[in-house]
């Protein structure tokens, strides 16, 4: 059985920085493409960040702007997201996804993180 956890959610103010890491198991991680999305109360989840299975290539969405940067450790089975220069408006519950596709929709998806909260404050 797959499972994905997360951790390292929080608060923050604006301008501060967080760094969220996610632990697979029960996987081939190299087998997936990894990557993060959020949702935010009221809105669709949406796509973050992604790596591809070496971890050479990342994606990011535009409001990323530069300021998260997306890693993984196939030795580890884990994967990062570290993030930068925070708004309130990064403010989200964040879920790691694993996919057999880099194709970085909701629907292409096969396994998710239960999420983690990330608070930034004005």
């Known amino acids: 059985q797959v499972q994905l956890v997360e951790s390292g959610g929080g608060l923050v103010q604006a301008g501060g920085s967080l760094r969220l890491s996610c632990a697979a198991s029960?996987?081939?991680?190299?087998?997936?493409?990894m990557g993060w999305f959020r949702q935010a109360p009221g809105k669709e989840r949406e796509f973050v960040a992604g790596?591809?299975?070496?971890?050479?290539?990342?994606s990011y969405k535009d409001f990323v702007e530069g300021r998260f940067t997306i890693s993984r450790d196939n030795a580890q089975n884990t994967v990062y997201l570290q993030m930068n220069r925070l708004k309130p408006e990064d403010t989200a519950v964040y879920y790691c996804?694993?996919?057999?596709?880099?194709?970085?929709?909701?629907?292409?998806?096969?396994?998710w993180g239960q999420g983690t909260q990330v608070t930034v404050s004005s």
């Open positions: 790596i591809n299975r070496s971890g050479t290539t990342p």
């Open positions: 996804a694993a996919t057999t596709t880099n194709i970085w929709r909701v629907g292409s998806i096969n396994y």
């Open positions: 029960g996987c081939t991680f190299l087998n997936y493409y």
